[in-house]
């Protein structure tokens, strides 16, 4: 079982560009959420993706958006970087049906510049 | 809403020493409750979990106990280790408009000295 599958590790971009960010669920999972963590704090929450919809938001502009495959892969877009959004971005699967733990990717830290 | 409030850190200890990392948390529901673990570089790794009251999660030596009546989840292992040298986070996951949503804390360093 690969797990949480993120790509890529690490990510250097212009301020004003925009960036795609990929993750492929752990096997049998069907729900995958994603987090923003600022150096030194805890995950923030962006949004949830669950049967190719996005099912729940977090406080985040519009610039932030998803898509959820039939794979269940997922992938985050942020348009019209800005420096503030500098931050390690993790990708976590879980099952859509049961409060149980969700499985975090490794992430991919990404640098506005 | 909900929410998790850890103890600031760093928290700064010597090889063996007992560990406790406070964790409070706010819930409209009835939560199930985590610790993750994050190394340097790495994403969250899960390391204990609750999902009722009074129920102790374990593992690798450490433990927590769900405490409803003080809204509490605090972390605690009796000898730390260098290679325990991390930053923690308690989580909690609840129904929230429509999904589980798991919501963190901001972190709990540690460092364990030799």
């Known amino acids: 079982d690969a797990g949480v599958t993120q790509s890529p590790t690490h990510l250097i971009k212009t301020r004003g560009q925009q960036v795609t960010l990929r993750c492929s669920p752990k096997?049998?999972?069907?729900?995958v959420s994603w987090y923003q963590q600022a150096l030194g704090q805890g995950p923030q929450f962006i949004f949830q993706y669950y049967e190719e919809e996005e099912r729940q938001r977090g406080n985040f502009p519009d610039r932030f958006s998803g898509h959820q495959f039939p794979n269940y892969s997922s992938e985050l877009n942020v348009n019209a970087l800005l420096l503030g959004d500098s931050a390690l971005y993790l990708c976590a699967s879980s099952s859509g049906t049961a409060n149980t733990e969700a499985f975090f990717g490794q992430g991919t830290r990404l640098t506005v510049v | 809403g909900n929410s998790v409030t850890q103890m600031e850190g760093p928290v700064t200890l010597s090889e063996e020493a007992f560990l406790t990392i406070n964790c409070t948390y706010t819930a409209t529901g009835y939560p199930s409750l985590f610790w993750y673990v994050q190394y340097p570089g790495e994403g969250l790794q899960l390391l204990l979990k609750?999902?009722?009251?009074?129920d102790k999660g374990s593992n690798k030596g450490f433990e927590a106990t769900y405490r409803k009546e003080t809204t509490s989840f605090h972390l605690e292992k009796g000898s730390v280790q260098v290679s325990d040298s991390a930053v923690y986070f308690c989580?909690?996951?609840?129904?929230?408009?429509?999904?589980?949503?798991?919501?963190f804390g901001r972190g709990t360093s540690l460092i364990v000295h030799p």
């Open positions: 096997s049998g999972h069907d729900t």
């Open positions: 609750a999902t009722k009251a009074d």
């Open positions: 989580a909690l996951s609840d129904w929230t408009g429509g999904s589980y949503i798991p919501t």
